[in-house]
């Protein structure tokens, strides 16, 4: 048990390891790196179940027992299960947990042939994200780019290190019925609340809401999301229009739901904007 629980912990520390170098775009344990030490540790876990390794204080093993066989067939399942995330497959069962498709060597499958590719030119500014859709990272130009197509803005407060963020956008925007909406109904804005990269001198300043400085950009998204929403939430999602205003006046924002739920609140807003 205690051999089982160091793996196992082992595995959880590449994960917080993976956290901190996304939160500070180091890009050291990209994608495929991180899938490849996680096969080797978990493989190397099946090995020792089905008793090919032993550590010096085991007790000697005569037999496997049919639940140490059943638990070795099961981590060796999830071995392999891992291994075609190499080359770009999402990995639904798991994918909140290793780091996004998009933080990787081949982002858009190798040979850039992956469901995530976008052909054409990306407007300024703009970004593919998951599933291929038009993302923009900076506020101005995202709000510039939809005053230009006359499309509504979601905000999508999100973080490089958040489970549940990456739950939503590989369960939920890639399901038929709310990607052509995000893909062609509005204009996606993804501002990151860890985004550790220092803000310029002269745009530092001393939250109102909070009385926190507000040193970084991910500072700067945080206080925008509570001094305006009253939350921090995340993933925090809100439809508005052209000027800032919430589109869904009456749930103004959203975040972990259902498929359904959030179709709902999509073609609400939508709806509202077009009136």
Not at 41 to 53: H, P, R, V
Not at 75 to 101: D, E, M
Not at 266 to 273: C, E, H, R, W
Request: glycine share 8%; with cysteine.
């Amino acid at each position: 048990v205690k051999v089982v629980l160091g793996f196992l912990e082992l595995a959880l520390a590449f994960k917080f390891l993976s956290n901190a170098d996304l939160v500070l775009q180091l890009h050291f344990l990209e994608r495929e790196v991180f899938l490849a030490i996680w096969i080797a540790i978990f493989g190397t876990l099946a090995f020792y179940l089905f008793g090919k390794i032993t550590l010096p204080h085991d007790s000697p093993l005569t037999h496997i027992s049919v639940g140490r066989l059943l638990f070795g067939l099961l981590v060796l399942s999830f071995t392999i299960y891992l291994i075609p995330g190499l080359w770009g497959a999402p990995l639904k069962l798991i994918n909140a947990f290793p780091p996004s498709i998009e933080y990787s060597e081949s982002p858009f499958g190798l040979g850039g042939s992956g469901r995530n590719a976008r052909t054409g030119i990306l407007p300024d500014g703009a970004k593919s994200g998951p599933h291929g859709i038009i993302v923009f990272e900076d506020y101005n130009k995202g709000l510039a780019y939809a005053k230009s197509v006359n499309k509504p803005i979601m905000l999508d407060f999100t973080g490089y290190a958040c489970v549940n963020c990456r739950k939503m956008e590989s369960n939920v925007w890639s399901d038929p019925k709310i990607l052509p909406i995000l893909n062609n109904e509005v204009v996606l804005i993804s501002l990151y609340v860890d985004d550790k990269r220092d803000l310029p001198k002269n745009q530092q300043f001393v939250s109102k809401t909070t009385g926190s400085e507000i040193e970084t950009v991910g500072d700067k998204w945080t206080d925008f999301m509570i001094s305006k929403y009253k939350t921090n939430t995340q993933p925090l999602y809100v439809l508005t229009d052209l000027e800032g205003e919430s589109l869904n006046t009456a749930t103004p924002t959203i975040s972990y739901v259902s498929i359904d739920e959030y179709e709902t609140w999509l073609k609400n807003g939508v709806s509202n904007f077009k009136k």
